[in-house]
């Protein structure tokens, strides 16, 4: 039996994460020394520094989710309760969601199609659509965080000279920045957020060696797994903000900004090859910075009366108040870092949006018109947020929970069309997951929905004191589980159109 299809061609009239035009060449030293490959005799392209380099820069973009102002807040919010002890489990996670990001880029770079392409071609049209509105109401939920964020920091920045509305106003503009950059090719476009990770990293690293915290306690928060009632909450807070609902449609789009040949079996292997290495690399990255944060607040505040208080709002003057001013006041590091952390996120929130957006509903629109529908959809309630809550510092946090919520209630509609996608074989060809990874990958993804499903039940029950509000969380509860039911069993049974006429096809070749 022949190779199944791994997608079929794009129509003219559908919607492209990238033309032509945008991709990035790959240049390789097979093309530069005339070697011969064949996948038959198991030839490949020997590894080229070069190659690497042309190849990265999806994978930073996609570990700004990582870094986010939200995850930020998560950080400091268990260094400050949990100390050190949690950050084995930050390392786990960053893995886990590695290993999910993988997974999204083989799915892009095997089909040359990316998530919500597939899903709008994989379901029918009402299942689509609940999950285009999921996807839309997780990006806007991110997208709050994120630009609430940038806010903080531009208030900080401005000594409160500028509210938190105006920061949201300052912060919306960057969409045509991010517009601005594009028009000058994706490679500028990675460059600029190479330096908003850079600074991030020099800013907390800046602030790690100001307090210096312990080395000791940190090594062995990393390798001695420690969890008590305590500090539940924050361990569920790290695992729920590692996986992002539209990073995950995000990354498979990003990989198709390299030009990469389909029908070749060999350059898909390799671009595989280096977007793992790339990956890695970048969530490396994440992770020490994410190690940074956490360990700062650590030093500073485990086990003082104002551990719990602590949240994305006050911790700069927190930090202020206990170190000093100095040469560099340590609240302006704070705020550069996570207005970097905020710019880059939004940005790319807003990339993330366009392709979802393009995806589901194959809208064929100028990209200025399209980023500016997304990012009016975040920066409307947000808006509504930033003059509601920018007196109250707690009323911000409690906010940041229900949006930590938001974002667990949406994981399983992204990754659960994930595995189902990749572990198909009409879709994917021979770059199926194995049935090893397939096991791993739906055991890791039901880790992951659970711990979130445990910070949903945590807070409702919370929440619902009333039976008014009661009757509507216990509806919403069982369409909930049984839409998650519905996706699981649709991705074992469905077959896409071309793929019967694909299957057809091969049968009537067996009968004859």
């Known amino acids: 039996m022949s190779e199944p299809e791994r997608a079929r061609p794009l129509l003219a009239s559908e919607e492209r994460a990238y033309e032509d035009t945008e991709k990035v060449h790959i240049v390789g030293v097979d093309e530069e020394d005339g070697a011969d490959y064949d996948d038959e005799l198991g ?12 190849f990265t820069g999806p994978g930073f973009l996609m570990s700004i989710a990582f870094l986010d ?4 807040e998560s950080d400091l919010q268990a260094g400050a309760i949990a100390g050190y002890s ?5 390392m786990w996670a960053t893995a886990i969601g590695l290993l999910i990001q993988l997974l999204s880029a083989r799915l892009g770079v095997a089909t040359g199609r990316h998530l919500a392409e597939l899903c709008r071609e994989e379901y029918p049209t009402w299942a689509r659509m609940v999950l285009w509105i999921m996807a839309e109401i997780a990006l806007i939920g991110a997208d709050i965080q994120e630009v609430i964020g940038s806010a903080i920091a531009i208030k900080i920045l401005s000594n409160g000279l500028v509210p938190l509305w105006a920061g949201v106003v300052i912060t919306a503009l960057d969409c045509f920045i991010f517009l601005f950059l594009e028009n000058y090719g994706i490679r500028k476009l990675e460059a600029v957020f190479a330096i908003l990770i850079a600074t991030m990293a020099l800013a907390f690293a800046w602030m790690f060696g100001q307090t210096k915290p312990s080395g000791t306690e940190l090594l062995v928060g990393a390798l001695v797994p420690k969890l008590s009632s305590r500090t539940i909450k924050q361990a569920v807070g790290i695992v729920g903000c590692i996986i992002m609902p539209h990073n995950v449609f995000l990354h498979s789009a990003l990989v198709q900004s390299r030009k990469v040949d389909p029908k070749k079996r060999f350059r898909v292997k390799e671009a595989l090859k280096y977007y793992s290495i790339e990956s890695t690399g970048a969530l490396a ?19 003082t009366d104002i551990a719990d208080t602590i949240g994305l709002a006050n911790a700069g003057q927190y930090l202020q108040d206990k170190y000093g001013g100095g040469f560099f006041p340590i609240l302006y590091i704070w705020a550069i870092g996570v207005l970097a952390a905020g710019q880059s996120s939004t940005i790319t929130g807003t990339y993330a949006g366009q392709f979802i957006m393009g995806g589901f509903l194959n809208l064929k629109m100028k990209k200025w018109v399209r980023a500016l529908i997304t990012r009016s959809c975040a920066i409307v309630p947000t808006m509504i947020v930033a003059l509601v809550f920018d007196s109250s510092d707690s009323m911000l946090d409690e906010l940041n929970e229900w949006l930590n919520v938001l974002q667990s209630v949406q994981i399983p509609f992204a990754v659960i069309p994930l595995l189902c996608l990749v572990s198909n074989e009409q879709i994917m060809g021979s770059f199926k997951i194995q049935p090893l990874v397939q096991t791993i990958s739906w055991i890791v993804a039901a880790l992951v929905i659970a711990i979130n499903g445990y910070l949903m039940v945590d807070f409702f029950s919370g929440a619902a004191t009333s039976v008014a509000l009661l009757v509507p969380v216990i509806i919403f509860a069982v369409a909930y589980v049984v839409f998650v039911l519905y996706l699981i069993s649709r991705g074992l049974t469905y077959t896409t159109p071309w793929q019967l006429v694909s299957s057809q096809k091969v049968t009537e070749r067996d009968d004859e």
């Open 285 to 303: 990255v994440s992770f020490i910075i994410n190690v940074f944060v956490t360990t700062v607040f650590a030093k500073a505040f485990y086990g």
């Open 86 to 90: 949690l950050i084995w489990l930050l």
């Open 43 to 54: 030839n490949s392209p020997r590894f080229s520094w070069k190659k690497l380099w042309l």
């Open 69 to 72: 102002p939200g995850n930020l």
